[in-house]
């Protein structure tokens, strides 16, 4: 995994909207000291609520509007250099609502990590928990994994899971994994800055030499 000289790794979060997932890492990394710091949140449109909270915390910010390129590779190119300026370990995707070229992935390969709405490999993509609902799933949650050119693929750091529930609504059951998801990134991210993630040459990840964790969420056996 890549270290940064010091010992305190680099963070740039992207997201896309409020940033719910953003918060819960910053405050994160703050309360709990890890050896850390969140140097940069980037986001995807420049009406994205999150972009003020961060200001407020004292991040540098940055929006760029894909509708302002020609092309997604001309939005990725000048993405990656906004990120680059803050020399980054890891880039971290929280409600980030794009889809990544092949170039801007394989660019930051092993450095690039997301928080997924479902337990991968199942339910990849948008509405999952629509689609949690009409498949008829009795568990539901969140993966934490490394990013590949695939998209919602890669190495899996950590899930977590809830209950559905009789009578769920997506609105309800996103609800509970939005909560899960609060607590299982900014663990799987600790871990990182920890130096305690690790991919095998079969590209699994371990966790101190264990297999990825599994968080249990409310109401879950």
Excluded at 3 to 20: A, E, K, M, N
Excluded at 47 to 52: F, K, R, S, W
Excluded at 152 to 169: E, N, S
Aim: charged content about 20%; aromatic content about 6%; overall charge neutral.
């Amino acid at each position: 995994m890549p270290q940064s000289p010091s010992s305190t790794r680099r963070l740039v979060i992207l997201i896309s909207g409020r940033g719910s997932n953003m918060q819960a890492l910053v405050r994160a990394c703050r309360d709990e000291a890890w050896p850390a710091e969140v140097r940069a949140v980037v986001a995807s449109r420049p009406d994205a609520a999150g972009l003020q909270w961060a200001q407020e915390q004292g991040i540098a910010t940055a929006a760029l509007y894909h509708k302002d390129f020609p092309s997604r590779e001309a939005f990725d190119t000048a993405l990656a250099q906004e990120i680059d300026r803050h020399e980054p370990d890891y880039v971290l995707l929280a409600g980030f609502m794009r889809v990544l070229t092949p170039a801007f992935v394989n660019h930051y390969a092993g450095r690039l990590v997301n928080i997924h709405p479902s337990l991968l490999p199942m339910f990849p993509g948008l509405h999952t928990h629509a689609q949690a609902l009409a498949t008829g799933v009795r568990l539901h949650g969140c993966t934490v994994h490394f990013v590949t050119p695939v998209l919602d693929h890669g190495p899996i750091i950590a899930q977590g899971c809830v209950p559905v529930l009789a009578g769920d609504t997506p609105e309800a059951l996103a609800g509970r994994v939005l909560a899960v998801e609060h607590q299982v990134y900014p663990a799987a991210v600790r871990w990182l800055a920890q130096g305690r993630v690790r991919l095998t040459s079969d590209q699994r990840v371990e966790v101190d030499g264990e297999p990825p964790r599994l968080f249990m969420g409310a109401g879950a056996a």
